[in-house]
């Protein structure tokens, strides 16, 4: 059963913007903070950015900050990550996440969505 469903990925030139939707059917259980995390070729995942229930708090990862944001309408229950100003080292598949924690002292999570291929070409 598939609860984290992104979309919005796809091919983009440098300067260029997209706007990724993760579904959260399992959003009705309980607060909790949702993330979206990506993973570049040959790389390790790594965290993008987070927001939690209320949407109050953001946190995002230094090289994305001023460029993405991170939004949610728990209406819909969905997460957005609207990224402008793309860059090819942006290009990852990206996953949301949901609940992820930071008890480690970085942001983590054992749930995750099948991922959505962003490209960015120069």
């Known amino acids: 059963q598939v609860r984290l469903a992104e979309s919005g990925g796809g091919l983009v030139q440098a300067g260029g913007s997209l706007r990724l939707s993760c579904v959260d059917s399992g959003r009705t259980v309980r607060p909790y903070t949702t993330g979206w995390f990506r993973r570049a070729p040959g790389k390790e995942r790594e965290f993008v950015a987070a927001?939690?229930?209320?949407?109050?708090?953001?946190d995002y990862t230094d090289s994305v900050r001023g460029r993405f944001t991170i939004s949610s309408d728990n209406a819909k229950n969905t997460v957005y990550l609207q990224m402008n100003s793309l860059k090819p080292e942006d290009t990852a598949v990206y996953y949301c996440a949901a609940p992820i924690t930071i008890a480690t002292g970085f942001w983590e999570s054992d749930y995750w969505g099948q991922g959505t291929q962003v490209t960015v070409s120069s």
């Open positions: 927001i939690n229930w209320s949407g109050t708090n953001t």
